[in-house]
Nanobody, 126 residues
Framework: QVLLVESGGGLVQAGGSLRLSCAAS????????MGWFRQAPGKEREFVAT????????YYADSVKGRFTISKDNAKNTVHLQMNTLKPEDTGVYYC???????????????????WGQGTQVTVSS
């Protein structure tokens, strides 16, 4: 069992930055591929970014490419999502998730993940 707890969300103006963190307990994150998803009100949860177990593969949604960076600190058992040049459409609840699979095809959808955090709210004002 992996317990994931997100932090770092908040209210920021368009063009600003936030750094989300996802702290894990119970198991070491070096055994898992990690992902970030977000959900806006009235919308389905959507993929944002993923990082493979060994860090050799990463992928971003087109909407965040060049602005967001996912990273993993195995020593601290934490995953981060650095978000720059934020836009109002980035608003939503952001979730981190852990996957036991390392297949790129399974890491781009929520069904590929078995452990989820409770989410942290990100609000970008225009």
């Amino acid at each position: 069992q992996v317990l994931l707890v997100e932090s770092g969300g908040g209210l920021v103006q368009a063009g600003g930055s936030l750094r989300l963190s996802c702290a894990a307990s119970g198991r070491t994150l070096s055994n898992y591929a990690m992902g970030w998803f977000r959900q806006a009100p009235g919308k389905e949860r959507e993929f944002v970014a993923t990082l493979s177990r060994n860090g050799g593969y990463w992928y971003y949604a087109d909407s965040v490419k060049g602005r967001f960076t996912i990273s993993k600190d195995n020593a601290k058992n934490t995953v981060h999502l650095q978000m720059n040049t934020l836009k109002p459409e980035d608003t939503g609840v952001y979730y981190c998730a852990a996957s036991e699979s390392d297949l790129p095809s399974t890491l781009r959808g929520p069904g590929g993940y078995v452990y989820w955090g409770q989410g942290t709210q990100v609000t970008v004002s225009s």
